[in-house]
C-alpha cells in the first residue's frame, strides 16, 4: 500500500504543537552541531600543526640567576654554561635564547619596508640565538647562510636593539616579498635601522599561539643575538639520550655555578612543552564533543517521547488502517515519513541558523567560513539519528492489532 504525503501533512497540522517543537530543536540542535564539529576540526588541526624543530631531543633547561649580575658578568656566565653543555656526552649542540616555539609567549615586532612607513607589513615573533641556534633546533635552512660567530652580540632583557642581519621564515618572506626575492633585502622592526634578511629557514612555529586559527604562526624572526642574564637553554639531545640528560644538563649546570634557579617544571622536553601549549585546544574539543552529544542525545529523547505519544493516541487509527488492509511495514513507514518530513524542515531552518551563527562569530572572534562539508553532514546526522529515533516507537505502533484497537471502541 502506497504511502501519501497528504494524509501524514494533515495528520501534522493536527499536532502541530509537538511537530514544531521537534523542527526547532533538530534547527538548534543542527546549528551548534555543525559550528561545533567545525570547531573540533579547527583545534585538532592546530593540535598537530608542524614546529618545524626536532621536537623528539629538544630539552629547554629555564634558568635564572640568584644574584644580580652586570652585563658583562651576566655574558660570561651564559658563555661557561653554554661551553659546559655543549660538551656533554648526549648534546648534540645547545644554544641560549629568549624564548622556543610553543612556549605560550615572547617578543614579537611589527614589520615595514621603508624606515618611514607606519603601517606594518608584517607581525613577526623574534628568536634570539647564535650560530648555534638552527642547528640545536633542527631548523631547515633554505635559503642564504647561518649567522657568523663575530655577527652574535650580548644583549640584556629587551635591549631595544637591531642587528644588521637577520633570518627570516619562509612564510615572513612571502608576506613581506611575494615576488620571492626577499633574500638580501633591508626590513624595519618599526624603526629608521634597517637589518638585512641574510637567510631563510623553512618553518619555525611562533612562540605565542594564542591566534589559534594559526594565521602568523609560522611569521618569525632570528637575531644574532644572545641574551644573557636569565635565559632559555634548549639542548638538542643525540638520539635516545633525552631522559639522561634531564638530570645530567641540571646537575652540570650547577656544577658550573650554584647561584641560580631552576626549577622542576622549568625543565621540559618538547613533549611536555606541546601538551601545556595546546590543553586549551584538546579541552576545548573535548568540550565540543560532549555538547554534540548531549544535544544529539536531547533530540532523539524528544522524538522518541513525542512519537511514543502520539503512537498511544492514534492506536484506534492504526487500528482501523490495519483492519482496512494496512501492513506492519506500511505503519512503520508511515510513522518513518512523518518523522523525516518533520526533520526536514527543522534541518532547513537549522542550515540557515548555523550561517547565521557561523557569521557572527566570524564577525566576533575572526573565525573561519563555516565549510559546506561540515553543513552537509550535520544534516546527514540529524536525519539519520532522526529516523533512529523514530524507529522503536514506529515498530511498537506496526505490531499494534486490528483487533486488539477495535476493542477499544
Request: aromatic share 6%.
Amino acid at each position: 500500500m502506497m504511502l501519501q504525503i497528504k494524509p501524514i501533512l494533515s495528520a501534522l497540522r493536527r499536532h502541530k504543537a509537538g511537530a514544531v517543537l521537534i523542527a526547532l530543536q533538530t534547527a538548534l540542535t543542527l546549528a551548534i552541531v555543525c559550528n561545533a564539529l567545525f570547531i573540533i576540526q579547527q583545534r585538532v588541526a592546530h593540535l598537530s600543526a608542524p614546529s618545524g624543530i626536532d621536537e623528539a631531543n629538544l630539552l629547554v633547561i629555564e634558568n635564572s640567576w640568584a644574584d644580580k649580575l652586570s652585563k658583562e658578568d651576566a655574558d660570561a656566565q651564559q658563555r661557561a654554561d653554554l661551553m659546559v653543555l655543549r660538551r656533554l656526552p648526549g648534546v648534540q649542540d645547545a644554544v641560549a635564547s629568549n624564548s622556543y616555539p610553543m612556549r605560550g609567549g615572547g617578543w614579537d615586532q611589527f614589520i615595514t619596508l621603508t624606515p618611514d612607513q607606519t603601517t606594518a607589513v608584517g607581525d613577526a615573533a623574534v628568536y634570539l640565538g647564535d650560530e648555534h641556534f638552527m642547528d640545536t633546533l633542527g631548523v631547515k635552512l633554505i635559503a642564504g647562510r647561518n649567522f657568523r660567530p663575530d655577527e652574535i652580540r650580548p644583549i640584556a632583557n629587551r635591549e631595544n636593539v637591531m642587528p644588521p642581519v637577520t633570518i627570516v621564515t619562509k612564510t615572513l618572506a612571502d608576506k613581506l616579498f611575494p615576488d620571492g626575492s626577499a633574500l638580501g633585502k633591508p626590513i624595519y622592526a618599526m624603526s629608521n635601522t634597517p637589518t638585512t634578511i641574510i637567510g631563510i629557514v623553512d618553518v619555525l612555529q611562533t612562540q605565542s599561539l594564542a591566534d589559534w586559527q594559526m594565521r602568523n604562526a609560522y611569521q618569525s624572526l632570528i637575531w644574532p643575538m644572545r641574551l644573557v642574564g636569565n635565559a632559555y637553554y634548549i639542548l638538542r639531545a643525540k638520539p635516545g639520550q633525552l631522559a639522561m640528560l634531564r638530570k645530567e644538563a641540571v646537575k652540570a649546570l650547577y656544577a658550573q655555578n650554584r647561584m641560580r634557579v631552576i626549577n622542576d617544571d622549568g625543565v621540559m622536553g618538547y613533549a611536555e612543552v606541546r601538551q601545556k601549549a595546546y590543553d586549551s585546544d584538546y579541552g576545548m574539543a573535548v568540550l565540543m564533543g560532549v555538547i554534540c552529544v548531549v544535544l544529539l542525545a536531547i533530540t532523539a529523547a524528544g522524538i522518541v517521547g513525542l512519537t511514543s505519544f502520539w503512537v498511544g493516541q492514534r492506536r484506534k487509527q492504526i487500528g482501523v488502517r490495519r483492519a482496512l488492509g494496512a501492513t506492519r511495514g506500511d505503519i512503520l513507514g508511515y510513522f518513518m515519513t512523518e518523522n523525516l518530513l518533520i526533520s526536514v524542515g527543522g534541518a532547513v531552518v537549522g542550515v540557515l541558523l548555523a550561517i547565521a551563527m557561523n557569521l557572527w562569530m566570524v564577525t566576533r572572534f575572526e573565525m573561519h567560513r563555516l565549510s559546506l562539508f561540515y553543513v552537509l553532514a550535520g544534516v546527514l546526522l540529524l536525519l539519520l539519528l532522526g529516523q533512529g529515533a523514530v524507529l522503536a516507537p514506529a515498530i511498537r505502533a506496526s505490531r499494534v492489532s486490528p483487533v486488539e484497537a477495535t476493542r477499544s471502541v
